[in-house]
């Protein structure tokens, strides 16, 4: 089957786009948690979760793409269609971050402040090449994936053949060549490479894993993902189990997907107002912590909830709207061109 056939919706992928946002959601917590603790440990496997995220887009965003089409029209399609799903929810976040740190008279830096805007490792304040917004950082990687794509698109229809083979070479670039200008870790864009090997498999080949293997699989790669020492480069461990996690979901979507509940639907649906808002939860916890009013293992379960929680008010009160906003905008202009 071409690429040129665009998936039904998979539930499973949506369940697993609310794994991954509750990885990062508790793994942030557990940092602020940790202090607290006699260990000072924190959580670092689920920092995974943006593994996972990589790799889903890997997989999702080239079947989103019409291979018959090619040209100046098309990437500008695609990458238009991009800008609205990533752009305005992120500008809001970052103008209100910025907003607040003005009113507290935190220093701050133009060229960081545009380079936040723009997804552009800028060096801020302390030295770090964050944007305003700290979980920020992995929009870089998605618009330079989904810009390249544009360029695919713009050169030939034949994404597939062009951003695998770019995305190992930049990621092994990353991973040999030391590149300190560029402010980024190369090496994850082999992630994207990952999903785009998934969904190579999933779209050219008919057969799948068997619900029993592949319900272990997900079982054994998952629990490795969340509970194994980090022993060595991030994309050869969380990376693979992450790909591993995709292709036993992807099995099971026939057996599963018009059973999995709504509400494990609802967290993916809302993982990037989830991903984007969920710190501002942090600081409750922390003063909670410091009033010794919880625990740290209730400061973890209670902050967990708020981030997710003030996830899930920016999903439906901002999130959805825009997207409403988009799509009644598409169908209008879809509309209005005279049929020939």
Request: glycine share 8%; charged share 15%.
């Amino acid at each position: 089957m071409g690429l040129s056939s665009r998936p039904a919706p998979l539930r499973t992928l949506q369940v697993l786009r609310g794994i991954a946002v509750l990885l990062v959601v508790i793994h942030h917590f557990s940092d602020v948690t940790a202090a607290f603790t006699p260990e000072h440990k924190v959580w670092d496997n689920g920092a995974s979760g943006v593994d996972l995220f990589f790799v889903i887009s890997g997989f999702i965003i080239p079947l989103s793409i019409d291979s018959s089409r090619s040209g100046f029209a098309a990437a500008a399609r695609f990458f238009q269609r991009r800008l609205e799903r990533v752009v305005p929810l992120y500008w809001l976040v970052t103008t209100r971050t910025l907003l607040s740190m003005l009113y507290f008279g935190v220093p701050l830096i133009f060229s960081h402040i545009v380079g936040s805007y723009l997804f552009v490792p800028t060096r801020g304040r302390f030295g770090e090449y964050l944007p305003i917004v700290s979980v920020g950082w992995t929009l870089t990687y998605e618009m330079a994936f989904y810009l390249l794509i544009a360029l695919a698109i713009l050169w030939t229809g034949r994404v597939m053949e062009v951003m695998i083979p770019l995305v190992v070479l930049i990621g092994v670039a990353g991973l040999t060549v030391p590149l300190p200008a560029v402010h980024m870790d190369l090496s994850l864009f082999l992630d994207f490479g990952l999903g785009m090997a998934a969904a190579l498999w999933y779209t050219r080949s008919k057969k799948r894993l068997p619900p029993l293997m592949a319900t272990l699989l997900f079982v054994v790669a998952l629990t490795l993902e969340l509970t194994a020492p980090f022993y060595t480069l991030r994309v050869v461990q969380w990376g693979i189990l992450s790909f591993l996690v995709l292709v036993s979901a992807l099995s099971l979507e026939g057996v599963l997907g018009n059973k999995l509940p709504r509400w494990a639907l609802l967290l993916g649906d809302a993982s990037y107002s989830i991903y984007l808002v969920h710190e501002y939860g942090l600081t409750i916890i922390r003063h909670m912590l410091l009033a010794k009013l919880l625990s740290p293992a209730a400061g973890l379960m209670l902050g967990t909830v708020i981030g997710m929680g003030f996830g899930l008010a920016c999903y439906w009160m901002i999130e959805l709207p825009i997207l409403n906003f988009f799509k009644i905008r598409r169908l209008q202009l879809r509309r209005s061109v005279p049929v020939s």
